[in-house]
C-alpha cells in the first residue's frame, strides 16, 4: 500500500477508482498482519467502520459530492468516547466500558465521512511519556522496534507511522501528541486550547487537556483540524472562534510582501540536556526557515526551566480531582468488599496502574491543607510567569522554532523505573499547555541509528493557520 | 525526606487508595524525588502575580466588571431541554457493576 494523502483517497473513491470499503478491508488486512508486533490497537470497531464505508460507497456511486474525510480511514486515542464502542483509556478499571455517547472530535470526523478503523493504546489515562504505562500492553516504534514510540498518544503515532492509519486523534496534556510524533516522524498538531471541544474526552488534567491530530503530511493534519475545531456548546472552554481554512492558509507564501515572517529562536530551548544530534537537526531546519525567506530572531523564554515543576503541580492537582470520578459505583471495575469505603479503596488499589496513583497522590499531596499555597497557587502564579514569556515573544515573532524533545525515541524499559527521567522527556513541549499556545511537531531529519527528529513550532493563541503556514513551507522543503 | 511515611498514609486515605506495602515505600521516594525537583518554583518571587487557573480566562474577562459579571462570556441562555438530551434510565445503568434495575447498587453504607 502506497503512502496515501486524504485527499489521494477522496479522489479515489469520487473517481470510482476504488471503494471505502475495500479500503477500509486493506486497512485492517495490515493491522492484523502489522499490528501483532507493533501494538498500537487497543480494540477495532469493523462494523461500525463498514456501515460507514458502505454510506460513502452509496453517495459515490450516485454521484453526490463527497464530504472532505470521505471514506478515509482513521484511529482514535482510546480516551475519546465512541458510542457503543469499548473505551477503556489504557486502563483496566475501564476494562468493560462502553460509552453511550461520542465524543464530539469524532463524531465531527464521521459526519465528515472519516471511516474510524478502532481505538488506539496509550499510557493509562493518558499519564506518560512512553506508552509503557499502558494497563494492556507496550507499543513498538515501527522505526526501531526496541524504542519506545513516545507517549501517551503512542499508539496514535505508531499507527500513522505504520500506515495502519491514514491519520489519527490524540490527546495533548504535556506533550502527548508531539513528542510520540516527533519519535515516530510524524506530523503531531495540538492545537490551541479552545480551539477543539473536550466533550467525550476522558479528562486527565481538564486545563491542560487538547485534542489534534496526527498525520503524514502537515496539509493533512489541517484537513482534520479544520473537521474537529470550532464552538461545542458541550465545553464551554471551546472558543466561539470562527474557523479559517487551514488548508487554503498553507498555500499562502511564508515571504509576504511587505513583511517576512519572523522566526523566534529562545535560547532555553537549545540548553543543557539536548542531544547534540538533535541539535544539529533542529538547527539546519531553522536555516531551511531563514532560506524560505523567514528572519530568524533570537528571543529568551526566561521561565523555561520552571515549566516542568509548575506542570506536574498543576496537572496532577486536576488529576486528583478528574479521577476521583473512579469509584466502581456507576461504571468500570468494582472490587468486592463489605462496605462503601473499603469498596472505594480496593476498587482503585486494583483499577489503577502505579503511574496513575503516583500522580494521584502527588496531586492530592499539592492541593492538601498546608501545602496548597506552596505548591499549588505557586505553581499558577509561575503558569502566568511562563505565559507571560510567550506574551513577550509574540510581539517581536510570529512563530518560534525548537526541538520537540531533548532525545530520539529511548529504548523500551529505560526510564521505566525513574519517574522524574520520564517526565523531564516533556521539557520542551508542557510549555505550551500551561500557556495554551498551538503547537506542531513535523519530522527535519533522523540521527545516525534512523532515529527520526522532530522540529517544533509555536505561535500566537488562535493562530494555526500561520503556524500549519509555516510547517507547510518547511515540508516542502524536504 | 519531606514526605514521610505518615504523610503517605495521609494522602493515600484522602485520595481513597489503600496502597500495599511496596507501593508505599515507592511512593515515599518517588515523592520525595519528584518534591525535591519541584522545590525549585521557591527560586521565584511570585509575591505580585497572579495565579492562572485556566487559558479560557485571557480572552472574555472584562477587567472592568465586577465578581462574577466578569466572566459573562462564558454564560448562555437556559435550554429548555438541556443542550443534549439525558440518557435513557436504562443507558445510565448499562455500565454500572451492580444495579437493581432502577438504582446503582452498593455495600451498605448505614450500620443499624
Redesign the interface.
Known amino acids: 500500500m502506497a503512502v496515501a494523502t486524504i485527499d489521494d483517497i477522496r479522489g479515489a473513491i469520487a473517481e470510482r477508482k476504488t471503494t471505502a470499503a475495500t479500503l477500509a478491508h486493506d486497512f485492517y488486512s495490515r493491522i492484523k498482519k502489522e499490528d501483532l508486533e507493533i501494538g498500537a490497537f487497543l480494540t477495532l470497531c469493523e462494523e461500525r467502520a463498514l456501515a460507514q464505508a458502505g454510506r460513502i460507497d452509496a453517495m459515490a456511486a450516485e454521484g453526490k459530492p463527497l464530504p472532505p474525510l470521505a471514506g478515509v480511514p482513521l484511529a482514535i486515542k482510546d480516551v475519546m468516547m465512541t458510542s457503543g464502542v469499548r473505551t477503556t483509556a489504557g486502563s483496566k478499571i475501564l476494562d468493560?466500558?462502553?460509552p453511550?455517547?461520542d465524543c464530539t472530535a469524532v463524531a465531527r470526523l464521521e459526519a465528515a465521512g472519516a471511516v474510524i478503523l478502532g481505538k488506539l493504546n496509550c499510557d493509562e489515562f493518558a499519564m506518560g511519556s512512553s506508552t509503557e504505562n499502558s494497563a494492556y500492553h507496550v507499543v513498538r516504534n515501527p522505526r526501531d522496534k526496541s524504542r519506545v514510540p513516545g507517549g501517551s498518544s503512542g499508539g496514535s503515532a505508531a499507527a500513522v507511522a505504520a500506515e495502519m492509519a491514514v491519520a489519527a486523534l490524540g490527546s495533548d496534556t504535556g506533550g502527548s501528541i508531539r513528542q510520540p510524533a516527533s519519535f515516530c516522524g510524524v506530523v503531531g498538531l495540538k492545537p490551541t486550547?479552545?480551539r477543539v471541544s473536550r466533550y467525550g474526552l476522558i479528562a486527565f488534567a481538564?486545563?491542560l487537556d487538547h485534542i489534534g491530530p496526527f498525520a503524514k503530511t502537515v496539509k493533512d493534519a489541517a484537513l482534520v483540524l479544520r473537521t474537529i475545531a470550532g464552538r461545542d456548546?458541550?465545553d464551554?472552554?471551546s472558543?466561539?472562534l470562527p474557523v479559517p481554512d487551514y488548508v487554503a492558509e498553507l498555500e499562502k507564501p511564508v515571504r509576504g510582501s511587505a513583511q517576512p515572517l519572523k522566526v523566534g529562536v529562545a535560547k532555553e530551548y537549545f540548553g543543557a540536556g539536548l542531544d547534540p544530534e538533535v541539535r544539529a537537526v533542529v538547527e539546519a531546519a531553522i536555516q531551511k526557515l531563514a532560506e524560505l525567506g523567514c528572519e530568524v530572531v533570537p528571543i529568551s523564554l526566561p521561565?523555561t526551566?520552571?515549566a516542568?515543576?509548575?506542570y506536574?503541580?498543576v496537572a496532577t492537582a486536576e488529576a486528583?480531582a478528574n479521577l476521583?470520578r473512579f469509584?466502581?459505583?456507576?461504571?468500570?471495575?468494582?472490587a468486592k468488599?463489605?462496605?462503601?469505603?473499603?469498596?472505594?479503596?480496593?476498587t482503585?488499589?486494583g483499577g489503577?496502574g502505579?503511574e496513575v496513583?503516583?500522580r494521584?497522590?502527588?496531586g492530592?499531596?499539592a492541593l492538601?491543607a498546608g501545602y496548597y499555597d506552596a505548591?499549588y497557587?505557586?505553581?499558577?502564579?509561575?503558569?502566568?510567569?511562563l505565559?507571560r514569556d510567550f506574551d513577550e515573544a509574540f510581539k517581536k515573532v510570529d512563530v518560534i522554532a525548537a526541538p520537540t524533545c531533548p532525545t530520539p525515541a529511548f529504548k523500551l524499559g529505560e526510564k521505566v523505573n525513574d519517574?522524574?527521567a520520564m517526565?523531564l522527556a516533556d521539557i520542551y513541549t508542557v510549555t505550551a499547555n500551561l500557556?495554551?499556545i498551538p503547537g506542531i511537531s513535523i519530522p527535519c531529519g533522523d540521527n545516525h541509528e534512523k532515529l527520526p527528529i522532530g522540529l517544533q513550532l509555536f505561535a500566537r493563541?488562535f493562530d494555526e493557520a500561520t503556524l500549519l503556514r509555516v510547517a507547510h513551507a518547511y515540508e516542502q522543503t524536504r | 525526606m519531606k514526605v514521610t511515611d505518615k504523610d503517605v498514609a495521609y494522602v493515600a486515605d484522602l485520595a481513597n487508595l489503600d496502597l500495599t506495602g511496596e507501593e508505599r515505600a515507592r511512593m515515599l521516594r518517588d515523592l520525595n524525588s519528584i518534591l525535591e525537583y519541584i522545590e525549585r518554583l521557591g527560586e521565584l518571587d511570585t509575591g505580585n502575580v497572579a495565579p492562572m487557573a485556566q487559558v479560557s480566562d485571557r480572552y472574555g474577562v472584562d477587567e472592568s466588571r465586577h465578581g462574577s459579571e466578569r466572566f459573562a462570556y462564558a454564560i448562555r441562555e437556559d435550554v429548555k431541554d438541556g443542550l443534549r438530551k439525558s440518557l435513557p434510565h436504562q443507558v445510565a445503568l448499562d455500565n454500572a457493576p451492580d444495579t437493581d434495575g432502577t438504582f446503582f447498587e452498593v455495600p451498605k453504607v448505614i450500620e443499624r
Not at chain 1, 468488599?337 to 480496593?346: D, G, Q, W
Not at chain 1, 497557587?377 to 510567569?385: D, G, I, M, N, P
Request: aromatic share 16%.
Open positions: 468493560d466500558f462502553i453511550p455517547y486550547y479552545g481538564s486545563s456548546p458541550m464551554s472552554t472558543a466561539e521561565h526551566e520552571y516542568i515543576p509548575a506536574y503541580i486528583s476521583a469509584d466502581g459505583v456507576r461504571y468500570g471495575f468494582r468488599a463489605n462496605t462503601l469505603s473499603e469498596m472505594y479503596r480496593k482503585r488499589d489503577f502505579m496513583k503516583r494521584i497522590m502527588l492530592t499531596y492538601s505548591y497557587l505557586k505553581a499558577q502564579k509561575v503558569r502566568t510567569l505565559t519517574p522524574l517526565y500557556a495554551g493563541h
